[in-house]
């Protein structure tokens, strides 16, 4: 019965549905952690009989034909890069990007990766890193004797030298955007890398036209919306029992018809 393995696929559709709900759910606390919406397709179908298929000699053709769905199947995960809210911590090191646009980080394979996580230190060398230890480019150095670190909206990090009452310049961090963000793959760390999907990256400052600014001694949040995602629960696990009750039906009648004598 076809019955059998089209509640097969629908049952496990609502389960990759829960699967992104609950990883979405855990990373509510997740700084800079963007959440990801299922995408389902429908299967092939089967024609008994074909849209348009002649049905007499006087050159009639049936309007709709007879045709039968196989299931569903999950097509993508859709990464939505919403703002997320921004909440303040008074660390000197922690950014949030207002707008659009990544913080480019070096791996330690050499390769490029960027994030909207925010949370950044120094290392034992005086570089900007992230909580991970890689280096956030363009490479920005604090000297040890640099006091009052201040990074305004453009991404430009200032410092106070012993003996100066002006502020001075120690570098500016790049601003990094994408044609199609939804694109990136994730690796972790709520790091993403460019793909063919996402395009070439485009480098600018941040504050320049389509650049987000920087906000300095704040966080941005996870965007996951904690009702949305209870409601979408809900309703997946009752699509979830709905189909398993699909199965359940057609075993009852597959029953039926072995009882026959």
Not at 94 to 102: K, N, P, R, V
Not at 160 to 175: K, N, T, W, Y
Not at 184 to 205: M, Y
Request: charged share 20%.
């Amino acid at each position: 019965m076809r019955s059998l393995g089209i509640g097969a696929t629908g049952m496990l559709a609502q389960q990759m549905k829960v699967d992104v709900i609950a990883n979405n759910l855990a990373n509510m606390g997740t700084t800079g952690f963007k959440r990801q919406r299922i995408e389902f397709h429908d299967l092939m179908y089967q024609n008994i009989t074909r849209p348009g298929t002649s049905s007499s000699s006087a050159d009639t053709t049936t309007p709709s034909g007879l045709q039968l769905g196989l299931g569903v199947k999950a097509i993508a995960t859709y990464r939505i890069h919403t703002q997320g809210s921004v909440s303040l911590t008074d660390s000197s090191l922690d950014l949030a990007i207002d707008g659009e646009g990544f913080l480019q980080i070096e791996l330690p394979n050499g390769d490029e990766a960027y994030t909207r996580a925010g949370s950044l230190q120094l290392n034992q060398d005086g570089e900007i890193v992230t909580n991970e230890g890689f280096r956030v480019e363009p490479g920005i150095t604090v000297p040890e004797d640099i006091t009052n670190l201040e990074i305004n909206r453009d991404g430009q990090v200032f410092g106070r030298m012993p003996g100066q009452a002006s502020l001075v310049e120690i570098g500016r961090f790049d601003m990094v955007m994408f044609i199609n963000p939804a694109g990136l793959e994730a690796i972790g760390d709520t790091n993403f890398v460019e793909t063919e999907a996402s395009g070439s990256p485009i480098v600018g400052n941040p504050g320049e036209e389509n650049f987000g600014t920087i906000i300095q001694g704040a966080l941005e949040q996870s965007n996951v919306d904690s009702v949305k995602e209870i409601t979408n629960m809900i309703a997946a696990q009752r699509a979830y029992e709905l189909n398993s009750q699909v199965i359940s039906t057609s075993d009852e009648m597959m029953g039926t018809i072995t009882q026959l004598r």
